[in-house]
């Protein structure tokens, strides 16, 4: 909420007194800058002054015409000064981009509260928040902040699919600096394709996101990364046995122009039997770059680029059975100007991506699929006092190229789109309105458009307590396919909705309430549905499935802090149904029950962090046999002595079975070390400390039950240097 009149602003005397407002953010990354102050003084040594909302906005109001000195601080920031004449009756808007500064500070007390309230159905993920959560290297990921969400489900340890609140992992939108990422996340669970030292913030909308977002029918990820240090190098190192990580940024040209470098790469695979007494056939690892250049105080480019790659198996070895790999090669340049008298702002941006896939099954044909999409959006924001309003255009053309049998002329091979959209904010004293609209065209099908309506709102009645509701209809042009009843098989399809088909849509009702519970402790509830049409699945021998479904949930946080101690509870309940011509049935994600339990203890220069995770079994379709089939009848005999490939039977019913329940406690240690030079952390974690057996795969064929990670101890080191 904007805070129109800080604690210096005086009642004006005069009667058409005139009004400030504006934006301000970082001159690097265009980021709202929360809790600005913006101080006006008068030469008779009045002052009046505002602080940013949420937003990065101000708005002063009710300022006698004259003269005034101007001031914008932001800690760790340049501040901006200048001096102004307001006018009798005059509305000026005053946009202001801060530029970061190195600072040195003798001593800090720092009392930590927990974060105001978001809206309904987002989360903001910023590096801070990877500090609570227990990993196996001293790094951290997003990826588990992702799976602590109550509404996020994960099948398992190694595939890297996240179903959020019902929705398949195909129609999650995940961004990084405007970058479309496939497939977003590693082949072991456990990380992400974003390193956490390159993240600035990440905004997670589990639904009811606004028109800005399209494309895709369940959830957004928008990573926003870091620009590096103009005025110095900085660099970091760790080993684990998981993954080793580089980091670097620094100044190209001092005080202009700056990058940042990141690389991964994993190490278990050569561990894995000395660490766990077994074969870890799994191999990943990713490569980051980015460039930023400041063109003037109100002006910057950007360019970002990233590479990931993973391959792995089920079992044995990396060159062993159901064998898999991917691969992610993904660029995008942005420019951004904010015309220094103007409350307006020109954000213009492109993208491609590239993502290849292959999957070579133990019995069958090999697999291969391939998406190569290039895009970019034009786009104007306007401040109107309070209020925004963003005016955009965009284009999107998609090239695929699959080879699987079971789909084969079925899928279209390529995709051209065209969107326009409004997306609005307008803020009152207590509600905030934020409608917004989509419009969607097809020039190379034969579509008709696609209109997209979004409204999100929020009112809050006292302070730190809001209430917030969102509704919107969503709709995405392309198919993500994967084998529905084997959770092992992580190999997916992408190609365009064929002709004749209609699109798969959602729409998303969200409700909700967040609020603090006194100083130190803060919660949340939300209640969502999400009525799903037009999905695409493969189901076993019955090939591709047009398939409809419901989902209602209701997700429940609260978290508290008291000294050095901190913990947060999750809880979501959520009922999937899906509907096709074989009746209505759970899909294998439809986890009724997910609790999370989250705890940190930071006493001087040692952390502890633990983390214990419940859920619920899934449904899966029972085995009730199988055969030998022969692919051929040779009339010269060769079938006598073809042994013919096996086949499953499964109950004509499916997914009436049900996985054991899941669990698991993970726990890490860090011992900091401070030198005059560098930073040295010594982190040693348990990955599933009591080691449950928790169920990951049946092998029908071998009669063979494959289970998630056992448990794996880790000792990793980290250098930090400025």
Do not use: C
Not at 429 to 453: H, L, M, T, Y
């Amino acid at each position: 909420m904007l805070v129109s009149s800080g604690v210096f602003a005086q009642e004006a005397r005069f009667a058409d007194p005139a009004r400030l407002v504006g934006v301000v953010r970082d001159a690097e990354s265009s980021a709202p800058l929360t809790g600005a102050a913006v101080l006006l003084a008068a030469a008779d040594s009045m002052t009046y002054g505002a602080a940013t909302d949420e937003r990065g906005q101000y708005t002063i109001a009710a300022v006698p015409s004259g003269r005034y000195a101007l001031t914008v601080s932001f800690l760790g920031y340049e501040p901006f000064r200048d001096s102004l004449m307001l006018r009798e009756g005059e509305e000026r808007a005053l946009p202001v981009a801060l530029s970061p500064v190195p600072a040195e500070l003798t001593g800090v007390t720092v009392e930590a509260a927990p974060p105001v309230t978001s809206p309904v159905g987002l989360i903001r993920v910023r590096p801070a928040d990877f500090a609570i959560l227990p990993t196996p290297d001293p790094t951290g990921d997003l990826a588990s902040v992702l799976t602590l969400q109550p509404g996020v489900v994960n099948l398992g340890d190694r595939g890297g699919e996240l179903y959020v609140r019902g929705g398949l992992p195909t129609e999650n939108l995940v961004l990084v600096d405007g970058m479309r990422l496939f497939r977003p996340f590693h082949i072991v669970g456990f990380y992400s394709a974003v390193p956490t030292d390159i993240i600035q913030y990440a905004d997670v909308y589990a639904g009811g996101f606004g028109a800005r977002y399209g494309g895709r029918i369940s959830s957004v990820v928008d990573v926003t990364t870091q620009t590096g240090s103009k005025q110095r190098f900085r660099g970091s190192a760790s080993v684990a046995p998981f993954l080793t990580a580089v980091h670097v940024d620094g100044p190209l040209a001092p005080g202009h122009v700056s990058f940042v470098a990141s690389a991964r790469e994993s190490v278990i695979e050569r561990l894995g039997e000395s660490v766990l007494g077994e074969p870890f056939p799994y191999r990943f690892g990713d490569l980051f770059g980015k460039v930023h250049a400041r063109l003037s105080p109100t002006a910057f480019f950007t360019a970002s680029g990233l590479v990931t790659h993973d391959e792995g198996a089920l079992s044995g070895t990396l060159t062993g059975e159901n064998h898999i790999e991917w691969s992610n090669a993904a660029g995008a340049a942005r420019f951004f100007y904010m015309p220094p008298t103007l409350a307006s702002a020109l954000d213009v941006s492109i993208s491609y991506s590239d993502y290849t896939s292959s999957f070579a099954p133990e019995f069958g044909p090999e697999r291969a699929s391939r998406v190569t999409s290039f895009g970019g959006e034009f786009a104007l924001d306007y401040l109107l006092g309070a209020h925004e309003v963003r005016l955009a255009f965009a284009g999107q053309t998609l090239l695929f190229d699959f080879t699987s049998a079971e789909v084969e002329g079925l899928l279209e091979d390529n995709v051209t789109e065209g969107t326009a959209y409004v997306d609005t904010r307008f803020e009152f004293d207590r509600v905030q309105i934020e409608p917004g609209i989509r419009f969607q065209f097809f020039p190379s099908q034969a579509r008709s458009v696609s209109i997209e309506p979004r409204l999100r709102t929020a009112w809050t009645p006292v302070r730190d307590q809001t209430i917030s509701v969102a509704v919107g209809r969503y709709r995405q042009e392309v198919l993500g396919l994967s084998e529905l009843q084997d959770i092992g098989d992580v190999f997916t399809i992408w190609a365009g909705v064929p002709a004749g088909r209609p699109l798969p849509t959602a729409v998303h009702l969200v409700a909700g309430w967040q609020g603090r519970l006194g100083a130190r402790a803060q919660a949340g509830v939300e209640g969502y549905i999400k009525d799903l049409s037009g999905m695409a699945l493969l189901v076993g021998d019955r090939g591709v499935v047009y398939t409809d479904g419901l989902v209602r949930g209701l997700d429940l946080r609260a978290s508290a802090e008291r000294g050095v101690l901190r913990g947060d509870v999750v809880y979501g309940y959520s009922a999937t149904t899906y509907t096709d011509n074989l009746g209505t049935y759970r899909p294998p994600h439809d986890r009724r029950h997910r609790l999370g339990l989250v705890g940190s203890i930071e006493a001087g220069q040692w952390r502890l962090r633990a983390r214990w995770q419940v859920a619920a079994g899934g449904p899966f379709t029972r085995i009730v046999g199988s055969y030998r089939a022969l692919d051929s009848l040779d009339p010269d005999g060769e079938f006598l002595t073809d042994p013919g490939r096996p086949v499953l039977l499964t109950e004509s019913t499916p997914f009436v079975g049900r996985t054991p329940s899941y669990h698991r406690l993970d726990l890490s240690v860090e011992r900091v070390f401070a030198f005059r030079a560098a930073t040295l952390t010594l982190h040693g974690s348990l990955v599933n400390a009591y080691d449950r057996p928790n169920f990951f795969y049946y092998d029908a064929l071998r009669a063979n039950r494959i289970d998630q990670f056992p448990l794996i101890p880790t000792l990793g080191l980290r250098v930090e240097v400025e």
